[in-house]
């Protein structure tokens, strides 16, 4: 029987993004998806701000960000929210196709000694205390393979939750978003977004030259899933919301979706975990999902190499549910916000206005923004520093190597303890981290914080959060977090 030690069901953005991590940490992983190929559908629109930061973390944004457009501005519920002051190096969003996203994974799980296997489901598993056996079925027949884990990165319709006996909580659809990508005789001025007239609203964005992206939602119908969308319905539908069709013709990509949300009542079964929207669908207003699931594969994908190859306690896996859990639920409370903001009506119209002038407020602003950008996100690593369980931020230094910045040193996807301005705190880390001496001269930023004084050390984690930090030369709690999280040598 084939043997590897992760296997990954689903070559999406975020088993492709898992797998990745999984590799640089020299994890053997097998990674199937049970289509036959990639479809090339586009997808989801755009990645925000954390996801980037992400990204840069492993040396993948500089691919992606010459694809992609930058959007100063994202939005709640159809109502802007500009990103443009905040404490990141990227305060926009990038309109980069989804597609393009996966190429981009694809290609770096490649370099990194891992192909998708296509037409490979899986179609069962068996966990026992050593390991878990899991079925793919498929074209090539059934066969096994004995892995110490399984993740589901398989969707909605996730197999591996569903046989992992799993609930799926949540709320059915109560509205329909049709999507079109086609090309158009009689273009709009410019880009809009989120029209509203009648029973809906509609849009139309150009993503690329010769070809839009239009979607009208309608909250007078909800379509069931399975239902097929014709380009002729699509078009009948846009008409009748928006008054016109643009002219469209020549469609690539036709969809419909809806706004049931909802979330598996755990992330783990023993040796099986869900990630991404096998974990969590959602409507996908504010364009949360794929950076939902990129992140959920970035937290767990360290985790896991630790637990394989680390001296660590089975707790940490846990505090994968325990960190990710919370921040799934509060994605689906922000769309269901989000898609009662944007049903019709005079009272709606008010509430919608009342709403567009508490944006204005600053602090408003930036608390839905901080939100859906995930900048704001903060685990309970215990410790009282301001910085502690939030991401690190990228701030420029000056090492013995010459300048640098965080994201560049994350590149390695190892844990690393950063002593500040001569601080030479915690010589006992031992062979878990790197430890690096650098000078830091600047104030820090905090998304939502403001500034904090650079501080003595830092113990960053592979997913760019502090695991601990210090604001002078005092190690309290240094030893206990490294144990925590990167086990001992
Ligand atoms: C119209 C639309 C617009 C969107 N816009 C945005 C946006 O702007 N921003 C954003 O962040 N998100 C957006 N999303 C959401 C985003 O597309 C999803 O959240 C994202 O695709 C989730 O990625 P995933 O890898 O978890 O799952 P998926 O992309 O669904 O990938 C799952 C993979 O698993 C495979 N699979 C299924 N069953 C099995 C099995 N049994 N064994 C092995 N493999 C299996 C599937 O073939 C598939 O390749 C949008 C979604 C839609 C529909």
């Not at 509203?196 to 139309?204: K, L, P, Q, V």
């Not at 794929?290 to 937290?299: C, E, H, P, R, S």
């Not at 994908?301 to 509060?330: C, F, H, M, Q």
């Not at 690593?381 to 994201?407: C, F, N, W």
């Amino acid at each position: 029987m084939e043997k590897t030690e992760v296997v990954v069901a689903g070559a999406g953005p975020t088993g492709l993004m898992l797998a990745c991590e999984l590799r640089l940490a020299g994890i053997d992983v097998v990674l199937v998806d049970g289509l036959a190929a990639r479809t090339g559908e586009s997808r989801a629109g755009g990645v925000h701000a954390r996801t980037m930061e992400l990204f840069d973390q492993r040396g993948l944004l500089e691919h992606l960000r010459p694809q992609g457009r930058r959007m100063q501005a994202g939005h709640f519920g159809a109502l802007p929210l500009d990103f443009s002051d905040f404490d990141t190096r990227h305060p926009y969003m990038l309109a980069v196709l989804q597609s393009v996203v996966e190429r981009e994974l694809d290609q770096r799980v490649t370099e990194l000694g891992t192909t998708v296997r296509w037409g490979a489901p899986v179609v069962g598993f068996a966990q026992d205390a050593t390991g878990i056996e899991v079925e793919i079925g498929g074209q090539a027949g059934p066969r096994k393979i004995r892995a110490s884990y399984l993740v589901g990165c398989d969707g909605g319709r996730s197999a591996v939750r569903k046989l992992a006996s799993i609930g799926f909580s949540g709320t059915d659809a109560t509205v329909t978003g049709m999507l079109a990508d086609v090309e158009l005789a009689d273009p709009p001025d410019g880009p809009f977004f989120g029209h509203r007239r009648g029973a809906g609203d509609y849009s139309a964005v150009q993503f690329e030259p010769g070809w839009y992206r239009l979607i009208v939602q309608r909250h007078d119908l909800v379509l069931p899933r399975g239902a097929t969308l014709s380009f002729d319905d699509f078009r009948a539908s846009y008409r009748e919301i928006a008054g016109t069709d643009f002219g469209m013709h020549s469609p690539r990509w036709v969809t419909h979706y809806g706004d049931a949300a909802r979330q598996a009542d755990r992330y783990r079964d023993r040796r099986v975990f869900l990630a991404g929207d096998a974990a969590h669908i959602h409507y996908p207003a504010g364009g949360q999902g794929l950076n939902l699931g990129v992140q959920d594969a970035v937290n767990l994908g360290w985790k896991l190499a630790i637990a394989l190859r680390g001296n660590v306690s089975d707790e940490l896996l846990d505090t994968y549910e325990s960190e990710r859990w919370p921040i799934g639920a509060r994605v689906l409370q922000n769309t269901r916000a989000q898609t009662a903001l944007q049903r019709p009506g005079p009272h709606m119209d008010a509430l919608r206005e009342t709403m567009g002038d508490l944006i204005d407020m600053d602090v408003v602003r930036q608390r839905l923004g901080l939100m859906i950008t995930a900048l704001d996100i903060r685990y309970d690593t215990k410790g009282d520093h301001p910085l502690a369980g939030r991401r690190v931020p990228d701030a420029d230094l000056s090492t013995e190597h010459g300048a640098t910045r965080i994201a560049e040193l994350l590149r390695s996807g190892r844990p690393i303890l950063l002593r500040l301005n001569g601080h030479q705190l915690g010589s006992a880390a031992g062979s878990r981290v790197d430890v690096i001496d650098a000078n830091s001269t600047q104030r820090w930023s905090v998304p939502g914080l403001g500034e904090i004084p650079v501080p003595a050390a830092v113990l960053i984690r592979p997913d760019g959060y502090v695991a601990w930090a210090a604001a002078h030369s005092d190690d309290t709690g240094l030893t206990e977090a490294l144990s925590t999280w990167f086990g001992t040598d």
